[in-house]
């Protein structure tokens, strides 16, 4: 599995590359590669997760898909390397979650411009 696991990770390396030069992404070897790459990933992932846990990242998916999409690489990578003793539990990828979150926390400061008005504001002209 871990040639598999390899060339598809080249396809997707190499469908990148195309892309970035402007080659066509129609080309139907590439649709092949991306849709084995898929079939990997989910086998990993159903490896990994429990029902529910599967399920949450399936509605995750459906409402914020780039957070996702982190959230299956962590695990795959964690899964890769050897660091999962057992199934991903529910609550677990919730830990999972929040770690991501504060990872990929944005902070939006607010910046007022205030402009100089010529008139003084101590004058009330009602």
């Known amino acids: ?39 990997i990933r989910n086998t990993i992932l159903a490896q990994v997760l ?7 990242l399936s509605n995750l998916a459906l409402v914020k898909p780039d957070k996702a999409k982190a959230v299956e690489n962590y695990l795959i990578q964690m899964a890769r390397f050897g660091q999962l003793a057992g199934k991903v539990s529910e609550q677990g990828l919730i830990e999972i979650l929040e770690k991501v979150s504060q990872q990929t926390e944005k902070k939006t400061t607010v910046k007022f411009n205030r402009r100089k008005v010529l008139d003084s504001d101590e004058e009330d002209d009602y």
């Open 1 to 39: 599995m871990a040639d598999e696991e390899l060339e598809a990770l080249r396809q997707q390396r190499l469908a990148e590359l195309q892309a970035k030069h402007g080659d066509p992404s129609g080309d139907p070897s590439q649709q092949e590669a991306k849709q084995r790459e898929a079939e």
């Open 50 to 56: 429990d029902q529910a846990a599967r399920a949450r």
